[in-house]
């Protein structure tokens, strides 16, 4: 077998790793790698599992640890996400921790994960989402599901600089690279690479 | 104010003029007489002024002179109080004004190329209008205001009937404040105050709608509503404003009758011999603004109408040189013509003769995959599906066909079970997000109790389908001895999970085609260098890329059902696959498919249709009748659904829908077309046409 790369949805974009310049109103930063699992607790099991794995059970409310950052989904659902681990051993690794109280279904490599920062970044969000993110009301933590572009996104407010991770489908990756890129081109916009860890 | 002959160019509200010279820098006319009734007038008139542009006289309506007036004419401009313009007078513009005042002391035709006419402010109620206000007379300012909200909306400034600017900031902070307290935001203690500005003296107005001409007059210059209208409109029993507004369209244009509105009331007042109050305003419509239809397309346009959906292996089809097929929103290789010269038709016909010949592969990631865990995921199955899964073995695969509600076919796929509690289901590409929610209606709503989770996997893992006598032996050379694919360690219908090259892998064995086959799943990464891996393999066995052409031919041949049978008028015995429905259990769509009408023998059966003569090609779409000579839709028996040029059989094939058509194998039918004027004899066949007993597929 000839050597090869494991692709990732944005990877014919041909993007980079790097630092944004001071001059950037909006940074776009294509996550890759990341282990990423949707998990599910089974019949009564949702307070015991989210307590097993040290996250809220509240809606709208991202958990951030260390090994991993989980995003409610709906009651007793949620999607997990870690640097590395893309290759099976994330699930696995929540398997065995799980136990008998749920499932784990691997994600990994089924969705794009776009972060977005600077200082346009919520210009270019409201141009596509309906949901209300100012600052009173999305607080750092926030997330939810939307629909931006006609396509699925799940919305974690990471931080207040702000900065938000948009979490799509990988089959729509390119179309909504497309589409935000388009919805960012009347700022400074920059756009990078960042690798989530050779776990 | 409505003047005689307004429609001539030149005639302009003062206003506009003013923002001509202010903010573009434009002189509207070399000499421009100003008409007023109020002192907004006079604004008009020190820019001109102090433009260069010339301004021959103001005519106010008012009987006597204001401050505004005196310094006017310490400019040296000369002001006539109590007057009013008659008409406007020229040829292609305008070259005149005739004033005259109300005593009828003056008459005087003034030169000028410009009028800038001001009939005071109209209070912009449109929008409160649209939430349900009706706006309230205000005599001082002769103008509608917004009475008292409705909805959580506040007015302030211009659109309140406030004028100055002093009065604007403090109203609009104010709302402000207001509407943040309501909004829950927490208002500092100390209590702020409005930006100051200089107080500005209320400016006085007098009525004048229409000026004391008898001549043309525009009232709605959108709508082309004269004065005339109204008056005509009053003497033919409107005398109603919603009657009115109606059968003269005043204020119904995309203005909704901004400059136009108050005056029509007010001539329709008079008319009446009413006041304004007491004939009321209508209600305004949308837009507020004109809006372009851009605007509402933004970015949906061009490639973004839709979100285009991409295959892990789509650069590798691109440089296979595949011509595209929208499915969806998913796009797919159609066909890979070799070269420039080779045509569709061609280009089918090769790939599905090579598939059958040697081994051809196809991506069939798009296909929608759904896993599903929980002690209850075999029951949830068996209800979803007519046919049973729950002693389906951990490590095969079965054809599962599922009925809406009403009892009529929905969709089908193949679903595998991985684990005692975990399955892995696939959909059609076309209903993969409509199955997903009929499932999560019918466990949160439907059945709650049932303790069963599932989620969507289409885009975790991508597809290849390897079929052909070959198939074997190309999977053998690729996968290099990673997993046994010998009849014993992976029969039809098994499914086995290995590692490629570090990932999870997955193979089944299962065939659309009717060939020995395989699909392969991987992980999105891998799916790029799996196809690569296996085409290159492939090459010594003339393994051929084959697109979703090919792959409907050589479905039609084995009589697979696909999206031209399930048209949502089906039942499962229509296609033939009444015998999957399990007596054993109840599934959604159960009952329902038992109604009379569904059970009747006489339904359109799905059948295989050939044509007597081999060189005559069928058509999708084309009717079936017993007579040509008499063809209508009485005597419509039946339709073609898929039709295909089949290198297996050597002709066109067809499959259809056909009355009592299972009865009917080795009779003829005639085909119609009408929109070709084709009618092609056919005889009715099993709807398998390539190897019925399923050899191949177990080689």
Same mark, same amino acid.
């Given at each position: ?23 950037? $109103? ?56 870690? $640097? ?51 600052? $009173? ?63 | ?18 923002? *001509? ?141 406030? +004028? ?53 007059? +525009? ?153 599903? +865990? ?10 979803? *599906? ?148 296996? *085409? ?164």
């Amino acid at each position: 077998m000839t050597e090869f790369s494991i692709l990732n949805p944005l990877s014919h974009l041909g993007l980079h790793e790097g630092k944004e310049t001071s001059r950037a $109103d909006v940074i776009l930063r294509d996550r890759r790698g990341l282990g990423i699992a949707q998990i599910f607790a089974k019949k009564g099991k949702t307070a015991a599992l989210a307590k097993k794995l040290g996250i809220s059970a509240k809606p709208r409310t991202a958990t951030v640890l260390e090994d991993y950052t989980a995003l409610p989904l709906s009651p007793g659902q949620w999607m997990l996400f870690a $640097d590395g681990g893309a290759d099976g051993s994330f699930k696995q690794m929540l398997e065995e921790r799980i136990g008998k109280i749920g499932y784990v279904s691997e994600q990994s490599h089924s969705r794009a994960i776009i972060r977005i920062s600077g200082r346009k970044c919520l210009d270019v969000l409201a141009k596509e989402c309906r949901l209300d993110l100012h600052g $009173d009301v999305a607080t750092t933590g926030f997330c939810a599901q939307t629909n931006m572009a006609k396509i699925g996104v799940l919305m974690h407010k990471v931080d207040d600089a702000p900065t938000f991770d948009l979490v799509g489908f990988a089959g729509f990756a390119d179309s909504f690279w497309h589409w935000i890129r388009q919805a960012s081109a009347e700022y400074n916009v920059e756009a990078f690479s960042e690798s989530g860890g050779e776990k | 104010m409505v003047i005689d002959n307004n429609d001539k160019p030149g005639v302009m509200l003062s206003s506009a003029v003013r923002t *001509y010279v202010d903010r573009f820098g434009v002189a509207p006319g070399k000499k421009i007489a100003v008409v007023t009734n109020n002192d907004d007038a006079y604004l008009t008139t020190f820019q001109l002024v102090s433009a260069g542009i010339e301004v021959p006289v103001i005519a106010d309506a008012r009987p006597t002179s204001g401050d505004m007036a005196d310094k006017a004419r310490e400019m040296g401009i000369r002001v006539e109080t109590d007057c009013l313009p008659h008409e406007a007078q020229g040829y292609l513009g305008v070259s005149n004004i005739l004033l005259q005042r109300s005593d009828k002391s003056l008459i005087e035709k003034i030169a000028c190329d410009c009028i800038a006419v001001s009939g005071g402010y109209s209070p912009n109620v449109n929008l409160v209008s649209q939430s349900g206000v009706r706006p309230v007379w205000r005599e001082d300012i002769l103008g509608f205001v917004p009475d008292a909200p409705i909805r959580a909306e506040r007015s302030a400034g211009a659109c309140n009937g406030t +004028f100055d600017l002093a009065g604007c900031l403090r109203e609009g902070y104010e709302a402000g404040r207001q509407a943040a307290k309501a909004a829950g935001v927490k208002l500092p203690r100390k209590k702020g105050a409005a930006p100051q500005a200089a107080a500005s003296a209320p400016s006085s107005i007098v009525a004048v709608w229409r000026s004391p001409g008898k001549g043309k007059a +525009f009232v709605d210059f959108q709508n082309d509503v004269t004065a005339k209208d109204i008056e005509l409109a009053h003497r033919e029993g409107m005398v109603s404003i919603e009657h009115s507004k109606r059968y003269t369209t005043l204020g119904m244009a995309t203005d909704q009758g901004k400059t136009s509105n108050v005056n029509g009331l007010a001539l329709l007042a008079k008319a009446r011999g009413d006041d304004i109050p007491t004939v009321g305003t209508t209600r305004y419509r949308p837009p507020y603004v004109p809006v372009a239809i851009a605007a509402f397309a933004g970015h949906e346009r061009g490639r973004h109408f839709q979100p285009t959906r991409l295959s892990a292996m789509h650069t590798v089809h691109e440089k296979l040189g595949a011509v595209f097929v929208e499915t969806g929103l998913w796009l797919r290789p159609r066909y890979y013509p070799v070269n420039d010269r080779e045509t569709m038709t061609r280009a089918i016909w090769r790939e599905a003769a090579g598939v059958r010949k040697t081994a051809g592969m196809c991506d069939v990631s798009t296909l929608g995959k759904i896993e599903v +865990f929980g002690p209850d995921a075999a029951e949830f199955l068996n209800r979803l *599906y007519i046919n049973g899964f729950a002693k389906l073995a951990v490590g095969r695969a079965r054809y599962g066909l599922m009925l809406r509600e009403d009892g009529y076919v929905y969709d089908d796929g193949t679903t595998s079970r991985l684990a005692e509690d975990h399955y892995f289901m696939t959909t059609t590409t076309a209903n993969a997000a409509g199955v997903l929610s009929h499932m999560d209606y019918h466990s949160q709503v439907v059945w709650p109790e049932l303790d069963v989770a599932f989620c969507s996997a289409t885009e975790q893992w991508c597809g290849v389908a390897v079929a052909g006598p070959q198939a074997r032996n190309v999977l053998d050379a690729a996968f290099d001895g990673a997993i046994d694919m010998s009849d014993e360690a992976l029969p039809f219908m098994g499914v086995r999970e290995f590692n490629w090259n570090g990932a999870q892998a997955r193979i089944f064995r299962i065939s659309f085609s009717g060939e020995l086959a395989f699909e392969i799943n991987v992980p999105w990464g891998y799916g790029k260098a799996m196809w690569e891996c296996i *085409y290159q393999a492939g090459q010594e066995f003339d393994l051929i890329p084959y697109g979703t052409e090919a792959l409907g031919v050589m479905r039609i041949e084995k009589g697979h059902v696909a999206g031209n049978e399930l048209d949502g008028r089906s039942t499962a015995q229509d296609m033939g696959l009444g015998r999957m429905m399990s007596s054993k259990k109840p599934f959604i769509g159960l009952p329902l498919s038992q109604r009379e009408g569904m059970a009747d023998e006489m339904r359109p059966r799905l059948v295989g249709l050939k044509p007597v003569n081999i060189k005559q090609r069928l058509r999708g779409g084309a009717h079936l009748v017993e007579d040509k000579n008499n063809a209508n839709l009485e005597t419509s028996l039946g339709w073609v659904t898929s039709v295909a040029d089949s290198p297996a059989i050597g002709s066109w094939i067809g499959l259809g829908y056909l009355k009592n058509g299972h009865n009917r194998h080795g009779q003829r039918v005639t085909a119609v077309y009408p929109l070709k004027q084709e009618s092609v004899e056919v005889e009715i066949c099993n709807p398998v046409f390539y190897d019925p007993e399923g050899k191949r597929l177990h080689d």
